[in-house]
Structures are given as C-alpha cells and as structure tokens.
C-alpha cells in the first residue's frame, strides 16, 4: 500500500484513549517504534515492522507525507516506511485499554503506544534492561 492518503477506522473505545492522551488534538503520527526513527523507544531486528506507536508533536513533521484519513477527526500522519507493512483495512481497537493495530492481513501490533514526543536518546541502561533485542 504505497499512496499520498491512506485510510484507518479508530474504533469509538481507540477514539477515546486517544483523546485522553492528546486532548489539544495536536499532529499525532503513526509510526513504527523499532529503532528506525527518531521517534523509535525500541530496537533490534525483533521489532521490525511488528511495533507501532502513535507519537503526538507539537508541529507536523516533514517526513511525515502520508495522511492517514480517519473517521475519528484526528490530524493523523505517516511515512512511505510505515505505509510498506500495511494491508488494506486498517483498524485500531481498544481492549482492558490498550490499542491494537490491525489490517486485512490481520494483528500488526497487539501493544500500540501512545506518547508525547520529547527529543531524547536511548540510553544503555534502556537497551541493558530489554529495550531493544
């Protein structure tokens, strides 16, 4: 799935766990969380294209060109990396809280995160203790 806009259907419990966490409905990202980005917590050949995370930013990021239309009325973005793992149909569901990412090929991430983002590095305690693999 390789295309300028793409589309995603935020389930109502999603919808609200989002809100929650960006409540100002600021830019908000779909990203894969597998050490490809500046955005990235975890590493490691283990992690990709398997963990995704929504990342809120105070500004669009340029490196961010695919709009992710959704039914939610959030102002969603991607990348030609993420759009690479994605079937048609994709979904974000909540369950006990958590999100999952799924499209027609089925669970792309069962623990889909939802962050502020705030510039910092990996530390070396962070991969010691299993953030990366």
């Not at 490809?36 to 294209?49: F, V």
């Not at 105070?58 to 961010?64: A, F, I, M, N, R």
């Not at 149909?89 to 006990?96: P, S, T």
Request: with cysteine; net charge negative.
């Amino acid at each position: 799935m390789t295309q300028e806009t793409i589309s995603i259907n935020i389930k109502p419990e999603a919808k609200e766990i989002i809100e929650k966490k960006n409540p100002e409905n600021k830019p908000l990202l779909l990203a894969l969380n597998d050490g490809s980005n500046k955005y990235s917590r975890l590493g490691g050949t283990c992690t990709i294209g398997a963990n995704f995370q929504f990342v809120i930013l105070d500004e669009k990021d340029p490196k961010y060109t695919i709009k992710v239309e959704n039914n939610a009325g959030f102002d969603l973005w991607t990348s030609p990396d993420e759009v690479s793992f994605f079937e048609g149909g994709l979904v974000v569901n909540a369950r006990n809280y958590t999100l999952s990412l799924s499209d027609d090929s089925g669970i792309l991430d069962g623990a889909v995160s939802i962050d502020k983002y705030t510039p910092q590095e990996l530390t070396k305690k962070e991969m010691q203790e299993g953030k990366t693999c």
